[in-house]
C-alpha cells in the first residue's frame, strides 16, 4: 500500500475504504491503490492539507511578520 508519509489517520482510513471498495467492484489491486490514493489526496487539496500548501502558508506568515 502506496501511503503519503503526511496522511493522518482518517486519511489512511479513507484509503483503506476506496482501496477495499474498488476491489469488491473487480479493480485489480494496483488500479485499486491507485484509485484510493488520488482519492485521498484530492481530498486533502481541497482541504489545504498538501504539503506543498502547508509550505506556502508558513511562508506567507515569515513574509508579514517582516513588515
Do not use: C, F, P
Amino acid at each position: 500500500m502506496a501511503r503519503d508519509n503526511h496522511w493522518d489517520q482518517d486519511d489512511q482510513k479513507q484509503y483503506q475504504h476506496v482501496h477495499d471498495s474498488e476491489v469488491d467492484r473487480g479493480q485489480e489491486e494496483r488500479t485499486a491503490e491507485r484509485i484510493a490514493a488520488a482519492t485521498v489526496n484530492k481530498q486533502r487539496t481541497r482541504e489545504g492539507r498538501t504539503l506543498r500548501q502547508e509550505q506556502e502558508r508558513h511562508a506567507q506568515g515569515k513574509d508579514s511578520k517582516k513588515d
